[in-house]
Nanobody, 126 residues
Framework: QLGVVESGGGLVQPGGSLRLSCTAS????????MGWFRQAPGKEREGVSC??????RASYADSVKGRFTISRDINTVNLQMNNLKPEDSAVYFC?????????????????????WGQGTQVTVSS
């Protein structure tokens, strides 16, 4: 079955950590720059982080710098999120085509192979 799956979200207290993962079935993510964007109710879509095809460059939104780390492995893109804040609460999606420099632009993300995942919900609350 073809598709993209995001996982790893959940409910965590402020200051906690989560590790998100994105993987594909039926095709590979390895040929694309990949990244994460998030969507919270009533807010604009926000680019969070992007990693280059080779994995040697990464970019982050100012709001997550120093707290989030993006990485990639074979057909997988991960987002380690530390020191989470309530404002990080959102549905997180992975996508392709972002720029691994400057601040990630949510408008740069495209689906991989024509597929979007369902996203993974992150809720930071005490």
């Amino acid at each position: 079955q073809l598709g993209v799956v995001e996982s790893g979200g959940g409910l965590v207290q402020p200051g906690g950590s989560l590790r998100l993962s994105c993987t594909a079935s039926g095709f590979t993510l390895d040929y694309y720059s990949m990244g994460w964007f998030r969507q919270a109710p009533g807010k604009e879509r926000e680019g969070v982080s992007c990693i280059s095809v080779e994995g040697d460059r990464a970019s982050y939104a100012d709001s997550v710098k120093g707290r989030f780390t993006i990485s990639r492995d074979i057909n997988t893109v991960n987002l380690q999120m530390n020191n989470l804040k309530p404002e990080d609460s959102a549905v997180y999606f992975c996508g392709a085509g972002c720029l691994a420099e400057g601040a990630p632009d949510a408008g740069d993300f495209v689906s991989v192979g024509g597929y979007w995942g369902q996203g993974t919900q992150v809720t930071v609350s005490s």
